[in-house]
């Protein structure tokens, strides 16, 4: 086990460097730069951006601005930030981390309670009107855009019925201990359901398929055939080799949550990690957007990495020796 992690953790090394190498040109290639909104300005001498962009290497070739920028990586520092002036990468991306951490936790804890036991009772209630709810509801959350979602639940649930804050992580800065923890939860619960809405209809139905498919097995029904109970046959022998694929999702769903709730933090003018990656790529401020995706993809790989070794837990068949 141990010398296959340590083979996964060196083919790390090249996938992030693809990864790397891919978003910096993407960001290159798009047009402008940290300076050039400035350009607008009759008050700015042109000469004076000029200066700005060859103080901020801006002007090098792009293989150049890639090597200065992996060099400093490999020395632990993702450079300042273009845009927040006075500010590192790293600072930027600490202080705004943990609040995306906190709703990516919790939609995915939605997800789970939701979408898995839903997913069982309909495979054992096949065809019947809670399966055919089930489908229904599954179906919607995969059509529904998140954006969209996100706007019926401010309008309803904080708009017209005042339930939950339509905006922020905390109603004030002064709340502390469990009070503060109750708040920070308030304010999760729209944009957290909002953002577990497709996941929780994707999970719902590749359990309710996974359970339906392992319960046509033949062990299934040596198993019935010894006497064993529904629940032992269900949750013991069916349940347990229906979690593979969902541990597959698992492992990529942590980072996919990290990279994907822009759109729900930005609706909900959430402090996170997904609206300081939008205001980056706004502004063209290439060190917050390479550190970000960096952060994003070392989660993925290392979600996978963890999705590997619980097939080990599920499964005692697999072996990585």
């Known amino acids: 086990m141990y010398k296959y992690i340590l083979r996964r953790v060196l083919v790390f090394i090249p996938m992030l460097f693809i990864v790397t190498v891919v978003v910096f040109a993407l960001a290159y290639l798009a047009p402008g730069d940290p300076l050039t909104g400035q350009q607008l300005d009759p008050t700015i001498d042109p000469e004076v951006l000029e200066q700005r962009r060859e103080a901020l290497g801006l002007n090098e070739p792009p293989h150049v601005q890639y090597a200065n920028w992996l060099s400093n990586v490999a020395r632990g520092n993702l450079g300042d930030s273009l845009h927040y002036s006075g500010r590192t990468v790293q600072e930027l991306i600490l202080s705004r981390v943990p609040n995306t951490i906190y709703l990516a936790v919790f939609s995915l804890f939605v997800t789970i309670i939701v979408g898995l036991p839903i997913g069982i009772y309909s495979a054992r209630k096949q065809y019947t009107v809670v399966d055919y709810s089930a489908t229904t509801f599954g179906f919607l959350g995969l059509a529904t855009p998140n954006f969209f979602a996100a706007l019926v639940a401010i309008y309803f649930f904080s708009f017209q019925l005042g339930w939950f804050p339509a905006q922020g992580t905390v109603s004030s800065t002064s709340l502390t201990g469990f009070e503060a923890f109750i708040d920070r939860l308030h304010h999760l619960v729209l944009p957290g359901i909002t ?60 980072g996919t949550l990290l990279s994907g709730a822009v759109v729900i933090e930005a609706t909900f003018n959430f402090p996170g990690l997904g609206q300081l990656f939008l205001t980056g790529i706004m ?30 837990v599920v499964d005692p068949r697999i072996r990585y020796d």
Do not use: Q, W
Not at 285 to 305: K, Q, R, S
């Open 195 to 254: 953002l577990g809405l497709a996941s929780t209809a994707i999970y719902m139905r590749y359990i309710r398929s996974e359970m339906l498919d392992v319960m046509g097995s033949d062990f299934i029904r040596t198993a019935r055939a010894k006497g064993l109970g529904e629940n032992s046959v269900l949750y013991k022998h069916t349940l347990r080799n229906a979690l593979i694929p969902i541990i597959t999702l698992l492992g990529f769903e942590f």
């Open 283 to 312: 502004n063209r401020d290439f060190p917050l957007i390479m550190g970000i995706n960096l952060l994003v993809g070392v989660t993925i790989l290392v979600g996978n990495l963890l999705a590997d070794i619980f097939y080990a």
